[in-house]
């Protein structure tokens, strides 16, 4: 995977706005982008990470939190993390011993929007 | 990759209704469901070939042409085809010589949901 970090993602399209996959052919290089964010939430570990740390009261949540949920070792949940983070899912921020790690929600509004159906009513959050 | 057809996502939600990954920790098993979807949209190719499909007019699409779009064989067309079916994002038939594929939009319109943010508005498709 790509150490690049993603910031805006289909900021090519035609209109310069908001591309969808639904609505017209995807370039190469968009879907490329997409393709890396996608692949960052196609493991179960990572996507309950990102469920952890996007629903936490106070928006950010501690490594220290985070490792106890898992029968994982703390490397391999780092490794987890660092994906997430390469994706433009989540950024992260150490203060004294302890990382602490928060959702990037332009992201994840980028993929609903992608996702979303042209003229669809608005994704039912609960 | 699990040969099971993924129909209905996140059904298994607290209150039978919408998770979203980014209002609450997510169970094990809607993770797993969800990865499987995430993870086949983790490839360029089937990105675009979701698109063609979605977006082509009359709302299907014969492979015959979607393969001369890309610099790829047809079983390896197909093969990327059969994880889209497999994921529970198109559905296929065969009709003569060809097999014609369409979007099964309730996946996408999960997907959507649950990456959009409660009390966000709705995510600007183009």
Same mark, same amino acid.
């Given at each position: 995977?790509?150490?690049?970090?993603?910031?805006?993602? +289909?900021?090519? #399209? #035609?209109?310069?706005?908001?591309?969808?996959?639904?609505?017209?052919?995807?370039?190469? +290089?968009? #879907?490329? =982008?997409?393709?890396?964010?996608?692949?960052?939430? &196609?493991?179960?570990?990572?996507?309950?990470?990102?469920?952890?740390?996007?629903?936490? =009261? &106070? +928006? =950010?949540?501690?490594?220290?939190?985070?490792?106890?949920?898992?029968?994982?070792?703390?490397?391999?949940?780092?490794?987890?993390?660092?994906?997430?983070?390469?994706?433009?899912?989540?950024?992260?921020?150490?203060? +004294?011993?302890?990382?602490?790690?928060?959702?990037?929600?332009?992201?994840?509004?980028?993929?609903?929007?992608?996702?979303?159906?042209? &003229? #669809?009513?608005?994704?039912?959050?609960?």
């Amino acid at each position: 995977m790509s150490k690049q970090e993603l910031v805006v993602l +289909g900021q090519d #399209a #035609a209109d310069g706005c908001c591309p969808t996959l639904l609505s017209a052919p995807l370039d190469e +290089g968009t #879907a490329a =982008e997409l393709a890396l964010v996608f692949k960052a939430l &196609g493991d179960p570990v990572r996507l309950r990470l990102l469920a952890m740390i996007a629903s936490r =009261e &106070g +928006g =950010e949540v501690c490594v220290c939190d985070l490792t106890p949920a898992f029968d994982l070792s703390q490397p391999t949940i780092s490794h987890h993390l660092k994906l997430l983070k390469q994706a433009g899912l989540i950024d992260s921020e150490r203060r +004294g011993t302890w990382v602490y790690y928060r959702l990037l929600p332009d992201t994840t509004d980028r993929l609903a929007a992608v996702l979303t159906r042209p &003229g #669809a009513p608005a994704a039912p959050a609960a």
